[in-house]
């Protein structure tokens, strides 16, 4: 393999090649220095090796084991750690400035993942929590039901989060709560995928939890890369949301075998599954209050209760009316409370 004013040959490489997306049967950080150049990765999204026997993990969750692909690759405990700092080193390399990385990671390696991450310039955005039911069965200690997710992003460019990419900031939740509000609180409540008597991975990320990283922190035709192909989870849903995709798998049986599963994958086929976001434009989002119309919101609110609205129903009002949002609408109301109890005068203590 050489480089040539930076393009890369891919003699002796095993490549899959699906809708115009490459795919490789070689080691990550080897196959990352050879054939991807920098600041050419949009968006990342991995689940390394767990570094803890993985090959037994159907004794943990009584799975059976029948119908997954062999040929899985962990890291031995006592390289662990150097080997996460070669790979996360060359993810911070191939992201554009601004590009983000979300790592999904068990308590077990959080630490070698963590410091790893804390040996580049990269930028923690958030540290998010995926819970999901039926874990880890203990008898003698707390049931393991949840993976991190760690979000982080290169410095020197816009990094992509698209707010009202799944629910409108004013769209409504069953409940009545915020739905974009509570779709981006930073614990996830997703299900894993049960998939009896069908081909699998070791372990595969969801297809629900794939769709949200992506839609949130991805735009159409860019290119998201996943250091860690296993069953080809990421790709197949960055191919389905019409974004372009590319990787790294070093086993040999799953990269045939799940990678041939590639190419039943429609292009652009997820997107009419996706909740088409209610986005309304208020026409005075983002603008500046005056004391006059603060004034007249706080009349107008009491005059909404007075005539026994809720104080959702005489929120969202005040929106239509004032021409904002509904968190706008809450702060400023906030702000006025808190500027006439601080007008009070106070009653002294009585000794």
């Known amino acids: 393999m050489t480089r040539t004013r930076g393009r890369r040959t891919l003699e002796g490489i095993p490549t899959l090649e699906v ?11 080897a196959g990352a220095r050879a054939l991807l150049a920098d600041d050419s990765i949009d968006l990342i999204v991995t689940d390394p090796p767990y570094g803890i026997a993985g090959d037994t993990l159907h004794q943990h969750y009584n799975r059976n084991e029948d119908f997954v692909v062999g040929g899985y690759v962990d890291v031995e405990p006592g390289q662990y750690q150097s080997f996460t700092r070669d790979w996360v080193a060359e993810a911070h390399r191939v992201l554009r400035p601004g ?44 049931v393991s ?8 992003a290169k410095p020197g460019g816009r990094r992509t989060f698209n707010l009202e990419s799944r629910f409108g900031r004013d769209e409504k939740a069953h409940h009545g709560g915020s739905a974009n509000y509570l779709d981006r609180e930073d614990v ?19 297809t629900e939890l794939l769709v949200k990283i992506l839609q949130y922190a991805s735009d159409p035709d860019d290119l998201v890369c996943d250091f860690f192909l296993g069953g080809f989870s990421t790709a197949r849903v960055a191919i389905g949301l019409g974004r372009r995709a590319t990787g790294f798998e070093v086993a040999v049986p799953t990269f045939q075998r799940r990678g041939a ?3 039943s994958v429609t ?78 005068p106070r009653t002294p203590k009585r000794r």
């Open 19 to 29: 809708a115009g997306n490459r795919f490789f049967n070689i080691d990550c950080v």
């Open 99 to 142: 590009g983000s990385i979300f790592i999904v990671s068990g308590y077990t390696r959080l630490y070698e993942v963590l410091h790893a991450l804390r040996t580049t310039p990269l930028v923690e955005v958030n540290h998010l929590i995926w819970r999901y039911s039926f874990g880890v069965y203990t008898s003698r200690k707390f």
């Open 145 to 152: 039901s949840h993976y991190h997710i760690l979000y982080y």
């Open 188 to 206: 996830w409540s997703l299900p894993r995928e049960y998939k009896p008597r069908r081909e699998k991975n070791k372990n595969e990320l969801p």
């Open 261 to 263: 599963a590639l190419r």
């Open 267 to 344: 292009p652009d086929g997820l997107l009419a599954t996706l909740h088409p976001p209610t986005i309304g434009v208020a026409r005075n989002r983002s603008k500046r209050w005056d004391a006059a119309q603060l004034a007249a919101l706080h009349d107008r609110y009491g005059s909404l209760r007075e005539h026994q609205l809720t104080k959702s129903a005489a929120v969202a009002r005040l929106g239509e009316e004032f021409g904002r949002g509904t968190f706008a609408i809450l702060r400023a109301l906030k702000r006025i409370d808190a500027h006439a109890s601080a007008r009070r």
